[in-house]
């Protein structure tokens, strides 16, 4: 058993040591995160040289991949399902050129396009590019698509957008909770709400039924079609720290299902 917790241990610190070496290599000029860890890059189009695809997620922008012609694809196959809003990419282009970026998303073995063709003026310095919106969700990969009006493709560096906004400028409050002033709720009634997100992350809160029925109200609503995108609802028993409140705020396009398991105390 000792031994056992050891292993655990050197596991845990091995995977610290990583991610921490991962984070503090980041490409620093470029937004979003490094794709996942054990993401694999997958071309038909070919590399020059010793460009090869995966010299587009090193982390280093000093390293890419050359296709070696006017139009190439690369696949990005990540080792699980991954949220992201943008794709960022470095470019490079030698001579001048207009290039054109397309990005496509893999959901359930389909290849859709997530985003409008994106185009711009490359001239012989490596360039990172404003950040292409995608359509949001959760992809098991992405492909971009490119193609240039005079110079072999050219990819240093790609990052991915995957920080869930929560849409602060229109926050749904709950209705706060007025202990000791008067009771519509009969007394001691509890609901254990249990919220799994799209990304099979589930939440759990210990709330009171007013709470819930706050919450259900807005789900329904919004489902309607109508009200904010986001519902905050209170943690409690997490006020730990120097928190006066904590708050758990729920997208309403991030929810796939949730229960309630109403108790009485
Ligand atoms: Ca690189």
């Given at each position: 058993m000792k031994q056992l917790s050891r292993i655990y241990l050197l596991l845990l610190?091995?995977?610290?040591?990583?991610?921490?070496?991962?984070?503090?290599?980041?490409a620093t000029e470029m937004q979003g995160s490094s794709v996942p860890t054990g993401t694999i890059?997958?071309?038909s189009d070919g590399s020059y040289n010793n460009k090869t695809p995966e010299k587009t997620i090193d982390q280093d922008l000093t390293t890419?991949?050359?296709?070696?012609?006017?139009?190439?694809?690369?696949?990005?196959?990540?080792?699980?399902?991954?949220?992201?809003?943008?794709?960022?990419?470095?470019v490079f282009a030698h001579p001048q050129a207009t290039n054109t970026y397309t990005i496509f998303g893999l959901k359930n073995g389909n290849w859709t396009a997530i985003s409008s063709p994106t185009s711009l003026s490359l001239s012989n310095k490596v360039t990172v590019m404003d950040p292409i919106l995608v359509t949001e969700g959760v992809y098991d990969g992405i492909r971009i698509d490119a193609k240039?009006?005079?110079?072999?493709i050219s990819i240093f560096e790609i990052t991915i957008g995957t920080q869930e906004k929560p849409g602060q400028p229109d926050i749904e409050e709950p209705t706060p909770e007025e202990p000791g002033h008067g009771n519509p709720e009969p007394s001691g009634n509890?609901?254990?709400?249990?919220?799994?997100?799209?990304?099979?992350?589930?939440?759990?809160?210990?709330l009171s039924m007013k709470e819930v029925n706050g919450?259900?109200?807005?789900?329904?609503?919004?489902?309607?079609?109508?009200?904010?995108?986001?519902?905050?609802?209170?943690?409690?028993?997490?006020n730990k720290g120097p928190f006066s409140s904590r708050k758990d705020y729920m997208l309403f396009d991030r929810i796939l299902t949730f229960e309630v398991s109403e108790y009485s105390k």
């Open positions: 610190l091995l995977f610290l040591s990583v991610t921490s070496s991962v984070h503090a290599a980041e890059t997958i071309t890419d991949w050359n296709a070696g012609k006017y139009n190439a694809s690369l696949e990005l196959r990540f080792p699980q399902s991954t949220y992201l809003n943008f794709v960022q990419l470095a240039s009006s005079a110079s072999w509890r609901a254990i709400l249990v919220v799994t997100m799209t990304t099979g992350l589930e939440k759990e809160f210990d919450f259900i109200d807005w789900y329904e609503a919004k489902q309607a079609g109508s009200g904010k995108a986001s519902y905050a609802i209170n943690k409690h028993d997490n």
